[in-house]
């Protein structure tokens, strides 16, 4: 079975960093783009970031670009999101997506991992 | 940063017929958005229903299907069911591969 897991969610303070993961299992994780998207607490969803199988291709959204890294391990099967100088706006369910690939479009998502920006 | 918008909410009749939209800010929405549909039932992880304006997924239930309709991206219900009740969010394609969001559609089945 398709598996997104993301981890690294958390507490962090306004300025402060962190790193989420998300592994996948259950297909050929080098063959899809990635995506990262996020969802603030009763709000709509947002895109934020896609990278491409060459894992050095990426596009950010407007509100993230210069703050938020995107990268993939593809022999770890792992897509991270580096971010940095969090804002308290950031705070939001943060899910990995599998839109679009050399094999299809599979449209998974993960579970979502929460970061909740807050002095 | 392109703006997509959708209409805020929506109602429709159990076994009636409704119709979602997605505009972009940029002008006609084409098959070069690439338009998604998502949807997404409070508490849950979204799920994919509609991707490349009207390709289904295998679990996609039949009564959905999109088009391009006016110049927006659109998604039809026929034959809502109380288990549609949900938001709705479509996903536009744009230079270099950004993607974004509309605000989403909530839908009442009533």
């Known amino acids: 079975d398709v598996q997104l897991v993301e981890s690294g969610g958390g507490l962090v303070q306004p300025g402060g960093s962190l790193r989420l993961s998300c592994t996948a299992s259950g297909f050929t994780f080098s063959r899809y783009w990635m995506h990262w998207v996020r969802q603030a607490p009763g709000k709509g969803l947002v895109w934020l970031s896609i990278i491409k199988l060459d894992g050095v291709t990426a596009e950010y959204a407007d509100s993230v670009k210069g703050r938020f890294t995107i990268s993939r391990d593809n022999a770890k099967n792992t897509v991270y999101l580096q971010m940095n100088s969090l804002k308290d706006e950031d705070t939001a369910v943060y899910y990995c997506a599998r839109f679009e690939g050399l094999g299809g479009s599979p449209g998974d998502w993960g579970q979502g991992t929460l970061v909740t920006v807050s002095a | 940063q392109a703006v997509v918008t959708q209409e805020p909410s929506l109602t429709v009749s159990p076994g009636g017929t409704v119709t979602l939209t997605c505009g972009s800010s940029t002008g006609a929405v084409t098959s070069g958005h690439y338009p998604y549909w998502f949807q997404q039932k409070p508490g849950q992880v979204p799920m994919s229903l509609i991707y490349?304006?009207?390709n289904k997924y295998s679990w996609t239930p039949g009564r959905f299907s999109g088009s391009l309709l006016g110049g927006k991206a659109a998604l039809t219900l026929s034959g809502a069911q109380p288990e549609d009740e949900a938001d709705y969010y479509c996903l536009l394609s744009y230079t270099a591969n950004r993607r974004v969001f509309g605000g989403g559609t909530k839908l009442t089945v009533l």
């Open positions: 490349d304006i009207h």
